[in-house]
């Protein structure tokens, strides 16, 4: 019982120690509060002593700015007041003179201010003159920033995948063999000066007596052995075989005698698009109407036939006596089914697509939709688009869906709106051609072809020449 209440005594000092450590751990806690609170209120009232201290510089600040304004203020009144006296001299001296009264003082004084006068007069049209002299070299300089970007338009390399081929011998094509020679005499045809040279062919104006009107031969040599005599000819030939429209050039005949192949068609006396540009500088909206819709019009029908052509650019786009649109040159055209992709690198780098130059496997129609927004800007301006030079800042400035134009030229809103959402860098946002057709600079442009030829000395001395 003894040892019980010994344990029961133990017990209880225990808790009792319990309680005193835990009353000692309160007291630590509410000590350490105070003082935490205490340094927290020495910084709120050091920041209040910095903010007092700050504000007093502000409003000295304040003071001062407002001294130098009421300092300004007086200084300007006190000029106001000089100006009034002066002109209140200025007017006594006018009285005085209108009274005889004039001393020499101030005639000396007036002399003063008609030099004065005629020095400013004199400074003024010194400056005048210098301003004029700038006007005329800042356009001057832009003539010049104009004329790099007109060198631009230059007859465009079409792109081929054997970049190092020589271009055609002109001796060559015309040494015929024997067995060419003689197909073209039974036709009556008579060479004339070379129209064009390629890669792979030339092409010769002449005369056939069998057509009885002068006519366009391209030669081609197929004795270099490349993808485009072994792939793209056979394709071109049976492709100008079929193709019947009145913007696509008329192919009479080809002539397959080894080691050449003469494709006959029709000659077209107003040269090319290129041509017609570098001529008049750039073409006329209303004009450009004519010849664009008819473009749209022979890529519709291009399209209903399963043919991308791959190279639409100025150079391919002839003009006959009348100025009718006229696609030639079916070297990269191919048989193309509705949705499927290519993958040829091919066409001219100036009116080369965004996806084309990525290398990406691309709709060849969509490709060609770019390349006629191309052609229209070209018309339209005289000057190419993009700057081909370096491909890689071109491509850049595709994709950022950018189109500048001379700020010298008068182009309406709607065919930069056209040529805008043609040159999309997105090939499925590009308008399709029932879309340009309906747009509003092509809406009141019906589709027709001229029959009235151009008369001028170009023309003429064309269909003279025999």
């Known amino acids: 019982m003894i040892r019980n209440e010994k344990n029961e005594g133990e017990a209880e000092i225990k808790e009792d120690n319990k309680e005193a450590i835990k009353k000692d751990k309160k007291v630590k806690d509410i000590k350490k509060y105070d003082k935490k609170s205490r340094v927290e209120e020495d910084k709120k009232e050091e920041k209040a002593k910095q903010n007092k201290e700050e504000g007093n510089l502000e409003k000295n600040e304040s003071d001062k700015k407002l001294k130098r304004e009421e300092k300004d203020e007086k200084m300007k009144m006190d000029g106001r007041n000089k100006v009034e006296l002066k002109s209140g001299k200025n007017n006594e001296t006018r009285k005085d003179k209108r009274n005889g009264k004039v001393d020499k003082n101030i005639k000396n004084d007036r002399t003063l201010n008609i030099q004065g006068a005629e020095s400013v007069k004199r400074d003024g049209k010194e400056k005048r003159n210098q301003i004029v002299e700038r006007v005329k070299e800042d356009e001057k300089n832009e003539e010049v920033r104009m004329d790099e970007r007109a060198k631009l338009l230059i007859r465009t390399k079409t792109m081929k995948d054997n970049k190092n081929v020589d271009m055609v011998d002109d001796k060559i094509i015309g040494i015929l063999t024997p067995e060419m020679a003689n197909e073209m005499k039974i036709r009556g045809v008579i060479f004339y000066e070379n129209l064009g040279k390629g890669t792979f062919s030339i092409v010769k104006r002449g005369w056939c007596n069998v057509l009885a009107k002068m006519v366009a031969i391209k030669i081609i040599d197929i004795r270099k052995d490349s993808r485009y005599t072994r792939k793209c000819l056979p394709r071109e030939i049976e492709l100008v075989r079929k193709l019947k429209h009145d913007n696509i050039i008329k192919v009479y005949e080809v002539i397959e005698k080894n080691p050449y192949v003469c494709i006959i068609q ?14 008049e500088s750039k073409v006329d909206e209303n004009e450009g109407k004519i010849h664009f819709r008819q473009l749209i019009e022979a890529m519709k029908y291009l399209k209903s036939m399963e043919v991308v052509h791959r190279d639409i650019k100025c150079e391919n786009i002839l003009l006959d006596s009348c100025e009718n649109v006229k696609i030639t040159d079916f070297g990269f055209a191919r048989l193309l089914k509705i949705g499927e992709k290519s993958k040829t690198f091919c066409g001219s780098r100036a009116y080369l697509a965004p996806e084309i130059i990525r290398a990406q496997p691309y709709d060849g129609y969509l490709s060609d939709i770019w390349s006629a927004g191309i052609v229209l800007y070209v018309m339209i301006t005289g000057m190419m688009p993009y700057d081909d030079r370096n491909v ?10 950018r189109i500048a134009y001379p700020q010298a030229a008068k182009i309406s809103m709607d065919v930069k ?31 027709h072809i001229l029959d009235q030829p151009v008369n001028d000395s170009l023309t003429s001395d064309s269909d003279n020449i025999m």
């Open 417 to 447: 709106r056209l040529i805008f959402d043609i040159l999309h860098p997105i090939p499925h946002k590009r308008l399709t051609i029932d879309q340009m057709i309906s747009s509003k600079w092509l809406a009141d442009v019906k589709y």
């Open 392 to 401: 890689q800042k071109m491509l850049e400035r595709q994709l950022q869906h």
């Open 266 to 279: 029709d000659f077209t006396t107003r040269g090319d698009l290129l041509q017609k540009i570098r001529r």
